[in-house]
């Protein structure tokens, strides 16, 4: 299954869960009205002796209401409660945000790790937060990529060596890509409001309510006996709110697991974590009071439960681990070795040319030679920017940067804008950095930007705007706006909307017809962008038959970067399994003259990073010429 069928199958499961939800709430209001039918007649003895029970249809639409309006109110909460996304659910286990290993090797490790598969996926770098428990588990949770987060236990960092830990958080990051921590998301707002119900139990048992109820003739009993009840009912929901969790979750946990070995080419890693989880006494359980919740997003599971094979949210540990290595022995890991960080290989004899499909391939579905290509990535930046890259401050100065011209006289007043407008700290740090800056290569620039968005995710609403604002004036300081600063500034405005402002995609369009003009619009400043080109219909002409729709060449004159801007954004809300040929023609199209330069490739990532299509570093870029 690929990216795009992975996308619309997490849509279909989304459907599901609706589905799976009105059922038990419905359940649940059958069970609460026959509740109060029964205590509304438990003192009555002829009534129950003649089977002619009270109950009345007004009561039963109040008891109906009441019932709907709890669940609705707990769910809406719960919904708002998580509107930051992952950083919400981090929150929940008590997670602290790692910016640094420091002198932790474990901790560098890990935040080594996710670096370098967020880049050889061409995700923004999530933030890494660390979880105070023993176990070994790992989370990846968000609505989207611009929001994610990847959450790891202190038991998983001293208890796994680098390729078990790679395996992990390739496992995570097959959730992010694939849309399943958008799902799990929403599971734990929805499913919430079904444990409303123990709640007001809870309430009408407290100590303080049951004396002073109990006091009142004949009106204790029966208030008891509602709270005793709903409790009980709460619990059911309970029960179903965990039978939906585990008839989700199971099988995209096999998924990703295949997933996690695709992209490492590395069996061991994953199925070493399983073992590892095996013959380690605290195991994989989160012991935390809101692990219940999120027991449906860990790596393995988080909690015990009862009826375990019927109610658990991940498959046994034996049977993911010989669907890995069909040839295990049986006997788990009781010890790790925990070896130092691995050097990476230089990759300039490795490189290959352009493929358009593989290039497409890799969408959601990275491998080893992109993780590959993302440590040489890491190791050819110049080490003062990636250290800068970690720290709010030094952030937006390494923000700054990759936005400054070579042209002396721009630059001039893109550094006036600056020490006008940006923080005097920032400022300082963008001056300090720019003799390292200056011997940054183009195609090193996006992966830049991957690497600062967790620091940037960590400034204040007023710090982001005044951010936006400076990146803005940044990229229009000459009066006109390359391809090259459009894409990079759609990048980091794409991702910081979505943590900032929540925007995000939806499902509107299920046909290219309703698209056209958008089509069109995109293609054609695609096409018109290489100047070397004698004939920038080729491409063009090329795309507007794969996608069989009738488009002609928008003149460069009406190309002007917001109609680019409102384009993109719409094609952002195609359906999932309509993007792979829409991307396909993008590539085409850079590709008809049989020269791809780096700011090609990058333009075409920056267009499919907006259609929430994150496309992996394209190998081609490291040996191109401009």
Same mark, same amino acid.
């Given at each position: 299954m690929d990216f795009f069928e992975s996308q619309e199958v997490a849509r279909r499961n989304t459907r599901l869960l609706i589905i799976f939800f009105g059922a038990a709430v419905l359940s649940l209001v059958a069970m609460t009205n026959l509740l109060v039918l029964m205590v509304a007649n438990y003192q009555n003895s002829h009534a129950i002796a003649s089977g002619s029970y009270y109950y009345s249809w007004t009561a039963f639409f109040a008891v109906s209401g009441f019932v709907l309006a709890f669940i609705a109110l707990g769910s809406l909460y719960r919904i708002?409660?998580?509107?930051?996304?992952?950083?919400?659910?981090?929150?929940?286990?008590?997670?602290?945000?790692?910016?640094?290993?420091?002198?932790?090797?474990?901790?560098?490790?890990?935040?080594?790790?996710?670096?370098?598969?967020?880049?050889?996926? =061409?995700?923004?770098?999530?933030?890494?937060?660390?979880?105070? #428990?023993d176990s070994i588990n790992a989370f990846a949770a968000g609505y989207s990529t611009g929001d994610a987060v990847i959450g790891v236990t202190e038991g998983a960092i001293s208890n796994l060596n680098r390729e078990q830990l790679q395996g992990v958080i390739a496992h995570e990051f097959s959730h992010v890509l694939n849309?399943?921590?958008?799902?799990?998301?929403?599971? +734990?707002?929805?499913?919430?409001?079904?444990?409303?119900?123990?709640?007001?139990?809870?309430?009408?048992?407290?100590?303080?309510?049951?004396?002073? @109820?109990?006091?009142?003739?004949?009106?204790?009993?029966?208030?008891?006996?509602?709270?005793?009840?709903?409790?009980?009912l709460g619990y059911i929901g309970q029960f179903f709110g965990n039978l939906i969790k585990a008839a989700v979750s199971r099988q995209r946990e096999f998924l990703a697991d295949a997933s996690a070995v695709q992209f490492t080419r590395n069996p061991e890693g994953i199925s070493g974590a399983l073992k590892r989880i095996g013959g380690y006494a605290p195991g994989s359980i989160v012991k935390n009071r809101n692990s219940e919740e999120v027991s449906h997003a860990?790596?393995?599971?988080?909690?015990?439960?009862?009826?375990?094979?019927?109610?658990?949210?991940?498959?046994?540990?034996?049977?993911?681990?010989?669907?890995?290595? !069909?040839?295990? /022995?049986?006997?788990?890991?009781?010890?790790?070795?925990?070896? @130092?960080?691995?050097?990476?290989? #230089?990759?300039?004899?490795?490189?290959?040319?352009?493929?358009? #499909?593989q290039a497409l391939r890799g969408i959601g579905n990275p491998g080893p030679s992109q993780i590959d290509v993302a440590r040489?990535?890491?190791?050819? +930046?110049?080490? =003062?920017?990636?250290?800068?890259?970690?720290?709010?401050?030094?952030?937006?100065?390494?923000?700054?940067?990759?936005?400054?011209?070579? /042209? !002396?006289?721009?630059?001039?007043?893109? +550094?006036?804008?600056?020490?006008?407008?940006? /923080?005097?700290?920032?400022?300082?740090?963008?001056?300090?950095?720019?003799?390292?800056? #200056?011997?940054?290569?183009?195609?090193?620039?996006l992966p830049l930007l991957e690497m600062v968005m967790p620091a940037l995710r960590q400034l204040t609403t007023d710090q982001y705007r005044q951010f936006?604002?400076?990146?803005?004036?940044?990229?229009?300081?000459?009066?006109?706006?390359?391809?090259?600063?459009?894409?990079?500034?759609?990048?980091?405005?794409?991702?910081?909307?979505?943590?900032?402002?929540?925007? &995000? =995609?939806? &499902?509107?369009?299920?046909r290219y017809s309703q698209v056209k003009r958008e089509c069109a619009i995109v293609f054609s400043m695609l096409a018109l962008s290489d100047t070397r080109s004698s004939d920038s219909r080729v491409g063009f002409d090329y795309a507007r038959r794969l996608l069989d729709i009738e488009i002609t060449l928008v003149a460069k004159g009406e190309l002007r970067l917001s109609v680019i801007d409102d384009a993109i954004d719409k094609l952002r809300d195609l359906a999932p399994l309509k993007k792979p040929k829409l991307l396909?023609?993008?590539?085409?199209?850079?590709?008809?003259?049989?020269?791809?330069?780096?700011?090609?490739?990058?333009?075409v990532r920056a267009i499919a990073d907006s259609l929430d299509c994150p496309m992996p570093p394209l190998l081609s870029s490291f040996t191109s010429s401009e």
């Open positions: 708002v409660s998580l509107s930051k996304g992952g950083e919400a659910v981090a929150a929940m286990l008590g997670g602290k945000l790692l910016v640094s290993g420091g002198s932790d090797l474990g901790q560098q490790r890990l935040l080594n790790v996710v670096e370098e598969m967020a880049i050889a996926s =061409g995700t923004p770098v999530p933030p890494v937060y660390l979880i105070p #428990d849309g399943d921590m958008r799902l799990n998301i929403r599971l +734990m707002g929805v499913l919430y409001g079904i444990l409303m119900l123990a709640i007001v139990g809870r309430i009408i048992l407290s100590p303080h309510r049951t004396v002073r @109820t109990s006091n009142r003739k004949g009106s204790g009993g029966a208030i008891v006996a509602i709270g005793i009840g709903l409790l009980v860990f790596f393995a599971q988080g909690v015990k439960v009862m009826l375990g094979g019927l109610l658990s949210t991940h498959p046994p540990l034996d049977e993911r681990i010989k669907r890995i290595d !069909p040839r295990w /022995d049986g006997e788990y890991l009781l010890r790790t070795a925990i070896s @130092t960080e691995p050097q990476a290989e #230089d990759l300039a004899a490795s490189v290959s040319g352009f493929d358009a #499909d040489n990535i890491i190791r050819s +930046m110049p080490a =003062g920017l990636t250290e800068a890259a970690h720290e709010p401050y030094s952030a937006r100065a390494v923000t700054y940067l990759v936005l400054l011209t070579t /042209d !002396p006289l721009v630059r001039g007043r893109q +550094m006036e804008l600056l020490a006008q407008s940006a /923080d005097a700290t920032v400022f300082a740090r963008v001056r300090q950095l720019l003799p390292t800056a #200056d011997t940054l290569s183009p195609e090193m620039r936006r604002q400076n990146i803005d004036a940044l990229i229009a300081a000459d009066q006109k706006i390359t391809l090259s600063e459009w894409a990079l500034g759609k990048y980091i405005r794409h991702h910081l909307e979505e943590a900032f402002e929540g925007r &995000k =995609g939806r &499902k509107r369009f299920s396909k023609a993008c590539v085409a199209i850079i590709t008809a003259d049989k020269v791809v330069s780096p700011v090609e490739a990058e333009l």
